[in-house]
Structures are given as structure tokens and as C-alpha cells.
């Protein structure tokens, strides 16, 4: 089917551009008509040198990659003293409040060397990931390190912020909540015979000026309505689903192993906060490609309804002489050492043991390090 030509309407029969238009362009060259006269003698034309093509500028891909673009507006809109290394060690990312805890430049080519001199420490492989205060100056600062793809980012977290908003909170709940309380108290001790009955409405009264303050305090929300308390099963995916990002950063793979079971748990939260410890140790003890399955099963222990919590890895196994040393109190755990080890266990055993239950690690298969909490139902 004939149409027209996009740029200058002639017909043609195919295509958008008629044979004239569809030509590369080229500079046009003086004709011999066109040539100039100087001291009254015709020169010979001119060429035109032609404008060579612009060079794309060279871009290293790994300072453009999806992982380090999209870390770095996570720390931008985390507003934390916080870098991104490359794999090389070079400085690819900084935030503006890491450049002021640490009174850097952005052009500054040596600012790795200046932080570990400051921070009085050497920063490690950046495979293996890391937790732990530092003091810069006069301030003290929780540090992590975060494996990437082709780097890892260096977190400062300063610890005077939270200092200062546990200090704003509690200065607000003893000048609104205390003073109610004691009232409250001092009524109910005085409080006999006919007086019950007033004594009651002025305690209630009381407890909702108590309940208004604390909805009112400085990081304290609306409270969650009463009796919702998820399920177990819901609390295992909530926790999985917060570490997946965790394990694709380390191409580790993360699966959950997790049956519909309808019992809730009244502390979700503290069993939400035990289960991440035990993950996040596994994540990292196991190497680029290896596996963990955390999972969940309704059982009896000895004629009681119990819950068991799993979380098996194919990573190094705990040596036999610490798989009871590492859910002690007063066991350190060195992250840079070799042999497999655990931070923050002890928390899990305190925990098992007030619902209770139990907490240990088994690794009799010698394939497989498995860390089991036991709670009742």
C-alpha cells in the first residue's frame, strides 16, 4: 500500500522515508562555481572537515549497578552516616552525614583510610557481615557491615539520637503518666464504704487521662486493637520475608518450611525477635550459594502441646565443646574467628526458658548445623 514520505509527503511504497530523505547526511562541499577568489586567482574548493562522532564517556558498570544505585537511596532516604564500597575497596557512594561525622569531601580519594584510622579499626573482608560499638570522638556509634554484590556498604548508626529520645520519652511519661498513677493509688488506698462507687469513676477517669498521655508521647503509636495476635505460622513468614533482601544480597538461598497452624502466640514480637537472631547468625556463617530452611511443627514433649522452632543451614558445624557454651550469658562471640560460634543466643535460651521450653543446636548428620526453640503451647 502506498503512502507518504514522513518527512517531505512524497509518495512512496514502503517504509517511512522516501529514497531522498532516507540518505545519511553529509556536509556539503563548496562547488566550483562557489570557489573563492583571493589575490584574483580561483582556489581550488575547500573540503569541510566533518564532525567526528562525540566518545561516550567510559562508565565502570559496577558503579551503575542495580544493587549499589538502589542501596544508595535506601541510605539517602535513611538519612545514616553510611559508604558504599566496591569490590576494589574504592569509595563508589557517601551520604552527607557520614561526610559530617566524619568532616570528609566527596572527592576525598583516601576516605576509607581516614574512617578505619578515626574509628581506631580495619575494616574486614567485605563478604562477611559485622556488628559492633565504636567510639568516634565523644560519640558512640553502632557500626555494620552489609555484604553487596560487588562491594558491601559500611553503616555508622550514631547512638546518641536514641539516647536522647529514650531521655525526651521518659521525661514526658513522669510528668503526664506518673502523677495520674499516684493519684489513682492514693485514692483507691482512702477509698471505704460509701466512697466505692465514686472512688471507681474517678479511677477510670484517671486511666483514660493515663491512656490519652502515652497515645500522645513521642514515638508511641496508636495502640493495635486488643486481642490481635497473629499466628504462628504468620509470624515465621513475617520474619522470613524480612531477611529474603538479606540473603539475595549474599545469593544465599532462604526457604521456609512452614504448615498453616492456627495457634497464636501472645509475645509474637519477642518470638519474632529470637527467630531473627538464629537467622541472622545462619546468614552469616553460610557461604554464596548455600541454603536455610526455617520452619515450624505443632508436637507434644511429654504429654504437653509444644511449638518447635527450626532453623537448619548447610553451613560450618558448631564445634561439640560449644553447643552449650554459646547459649551461656556470659559467652562473647568473636565474629571474625573461624570456627562457628553464635551472637545474642543467650537471649533465645532466656526467652525459651520463660515460655517453657528450650533452646540448642544439633548437628549429628555432620551435614547440616541445625538450631531448634522450643516454647509450649
Not at 581516614?114 to 580495619?122: D, L, N, T
Not at 556463617?285 to 502441646?305: C, D, F, N, W
Request: charge should be neutral.
Amino acid at each position: 500500500m502506498a503512502s507518504e514520505c514522513l518527512l517531505c509527503g512524497a509518495p512512496i511504497e514502503q517504509g517511512i522515508l522516501c529514497s531522498h530523505c532516507d540518505q545519511p547526511h553529509r556536509a556539503k562541499l563548496p562547488s566550483a562555481e562557489a570557489s573563492a577568489r583571493v589575490n584574483g586567482k580561483t582556489t581550488a574548493p575547500m573540503a569541510v572537515a566533518l564532525e567526528p562522532f562525540p566518545n561516550a564517556p567510559v562508565v565502570p558498570m559496577e558503579s551503575v549497578s542495580p544493587v549499589i544505585t538502589s542501596v544508595a537511596h535506601v541510605l539517602v532516604a535513611a538519612a545514616v552516616p553510611a559508604l558504599v564500597l566496591g569490590s576494589d575497596r574504592s569509595v563508589k557512594f557517601m551520604t552527607e552525614e557520614l561526610k559530617t561525622l566524619f568532616g570528609l569531601t566527596a572527592s576525598d580519594p583516601a576516605a576509607l583510610k581516614k574512617i578505619e584510622q578515626i574509628c581506631a579499626m580495619r575494616v574486614g573482608p567485605l563478604t562477611v557481615a559485622e556488628s559492633r560499638t565504636l567510639q568516634i570522638r565523644e560519640r558512640r556509634v553502632q557500626f555494620a557491615q552489609v555484604p553487596l554484590t560487588g562491594g558491601a556498604a559500611l553503616i555508622f548508626r550514631p547512638l546518641d539520637s536514641l539516647a536522647d529520645a529514650h531521655s525526651s520519652f521518659a521525661s514526658f511519661v513522669r510528668e503526664t503518666v506518673l502523677q495520674p498513677l499516684r493519684s489513682l493509688r492514693d485514692s483507691m488506698r482512702s477509698a471505704r464504704g460509701d466512697q466505692g462507687a465514686s472512688m471507681l469513676r474517678d479511677g477510670a477517669a484517671a486511666l483514660d487521662q493515663v491512656l490519652s498521655s502515652l497515645q500522645m508521647a513521642p514515638g508511641v503509636e496508636e495502640l493495635p486493637p486488643a486481642g490481635h495476635v497473629p499466628k504462628v505460622s504468620e509470624v515465621v513468614q513475617d520474619v522470613l520475608t524480612r531477611y529474603v533482601p538479606f540473603a539475595e544480597l549474599r545469593e544465599i538461598r532462604l526457604e521456609g518450611n512452614v504448615p498453616e497452624i492456627a495457634d497464636r502466640f501472645r509475645d509474637h514480637d519477642q518470638l519474632a525477635d529470637a527467630l531473627g537472631v538464629l537467622l541472622d547468625n545462619s546468614l552469616h556463617y553460610v557461604r554464596p550459594g548455600g541454603h536455610i530452611v526455617v520452619g515450624l511443627r505443632a508436637m507434644e514433649h511429654k504429654g504437653s502441646p509444644i511449638l518447635l522452632f527450626f532453623v537448619m543451614d548447610n553451613g560450618p558445624l558448631v564445634p561439640e565443646h560449644l553447643r552449650h557454651l554459646i547459649f551461656e550469658p556470659g559467652f562473647v562471640w568473636n565474629a571474625s574467628t573461624h570456627e562457628r560460634s553464635g551472637g545474642n543466643l543467650s537471649k533465645v535460651r532466656e526467652f525459651a526458658v520463660a515460655h517453657g521450653g528450650s533452646a540448642w543446636v544439633d548437628a549429628k548428620t555432620g551435614k547440616a548445623c541445625t538450631f531448634f526453640l522450643r516454647v509450649t503451647r
